[in-house]
Structures are given as C-alpha cells and as structure tokens.
C-alpha cells in the first residue's frame, strides 16, 4: 500500500540547534516533494519544493533533501528559533494529486 | 493580496443537521481544493476544481457531501445530514495551473457535530 510516514512523536529541540525532520514514503513514484508549515488554528503555508532530479534546496535557515533512493526527504532547519515551533508537513505530488503526511510538530525551547 | 478566504471558521451542529463551508479563492486561480484534516492527521483531499469543473471528486462521500463551483470562482461544500465523524477541519486551497506546484491554503472551517 502507499504510505507516507513522518515522526508523529514531537521532536524537542534547544534554540540554536538544527531541527531534522524526516519523510519517508513508499510506494510513490513523486516528480517532487513539497513542505508546509502549519501552526495551530491555521491553514498550512508552503516552505519549500524540492524536484525529483534535485538533491537539495535551500531557502534562508531551511534546507530540504530529497532521496528517490532511499524514498525519503529531510527538512532541516538551522539556528532554530522559538518562533520555528510549529508542525511541519511533508506533501508529495500523485499524478495530479499532492499526498500530504500527518505532520511532525516541532517545540524549540529557549 | 488577499489570500483564500473561508467562511464560518467554527461551526457546531447536532448531528443530522445540515451544514455548509464557503471558500473564495485567489484572484486568478484557477484550480481550488477542499481537504479534510482531521486532529493530528494530514489534510485529505476531497475534491479538486478545475475552474468550475470537479476533476478528482473521487474521495467525495457522495451520499452525504456536495461540492458546487459556480462560474468558476468561489466554492460551496455542504454536508447533509452531518454525522458525528464529520467533526473535523475543513481546508480550502487554491493554486495556478493544473499541476499543484504550490498550494495556497485558507485558515479553514472548523465543524463539531454534537
């Protein structure tokens, strides 16, 4: 069956450090992989498009790897701030549809 | 630029009751979106507009749900009769082109049915 998998235990993390949250997926064959962020209350709001023929983008403190592989993406996040808690969806495009994950939610202490 | 706007963002219903869920898209975005998200769960999708044509309902439980898109702009989902499982966040997107390259999502209508 197709599955995508991502922590749903929270990861807990100290200001400053880098924050890695994983994707796995199998089963899908993906032209690229997407990031959301989505805080309580609220719809998701789009990070970052990685494509199947990319290994990595970056965008400011954000870093997205992608291993059609391994058929998994990794999102870091550097410096982390508080202001990062939040869950993060990964989303993989189906033929025309986008596949979202359950989430992980990310705590940034200081 | 205004984004996806969605209306009422809370609604609490007895079960058998009717309801509906409004969404304006983006000023020119053609393809529109409802997903369900239910808590600590990835949105799902449910039907996805191309202009006012539903090209994927096939996740649309069509005994209780409707979808409509009048003159291809803002949207309408409707429930009846809601049930109990109903209760969950209902997501409303929009995006450029067929192909989702990005997706631009609303705050979403949050629906308890009692």
């Known amino acids: 069956s197709q599955k995508i998998e991502q922590n749903s235990e929270a990861l807990n993390i100290q200001e400053g450090k880098t924050a890695t949250l994983t994707c796995n997926y199998t089963?899908?064959?993906?032209?690229?992989l997407q990031w959301y962020r989505q805080d309580p209350g609220r719809g998701p709001v789009f990070l970052l498009l990685?494509?199947?023929?990319?290994k990595e983008k970056r965008k400011e403190r954000l870093k997205v790897t992608f291993d059609t592989t391994l058929k998994q993406s990794l999102f870091h996040i550097t410096a982390s701030q508080p202001a990062d808690s939040a869950t993060y969806l990964c989303?993989?495009?189906?033929?025309?549809?986008?596949?979202f994950g359950t989430g992980t939610r990310l705590q940034v202490f200081p | 630029e205004a984004g996806v706007v969605q209306s009422p963002r809370y609604k609490i219903i007895e079960k058998k009751q009717p309801v509906a869920f409004w969404c304006n898209p983006i000023?020119?975005?053609?393809?529109l979106y409802w997903y369900l998200q239910n808590l600590g769960q990835g949105p799902e999708l449910l039907i996805r507009?191309?202009?006012?044509?539903?090209?994927?309902d096939s996740q649309l439980p069509k005994d209780r749900f409707s979808a409509e898109r009048l003159k291809g702009v803002d949207s309408t989902l409707k429930i009846q009769p809601a049930e109990l499982g109903d209760s969950a966040v209902y997501l409303c997107?929009?995006?450029?082109?067929?192909?989702?390259?990005?997706?631009?999502f609303g705050e979403g209508s949050r629906l308890t049915v009692l």
């Open positions: 997107a929009s995006s450029l082109g067929r192909s989702p390259q990005k997706l631009f």
């Open positions: 089963n899908y064959s993906p032209a690229y």
């Open positions: 990685i494509r199947e023929n990319e």
């Open positions: 989303a993989l495009r189906d033929t025309d549809k986008l596949i």
């Open positions: 000023s020119g975005h053609n393809t």
């Open positions: 507009y191309e202009n006012e044509e539903a090209v994927d």
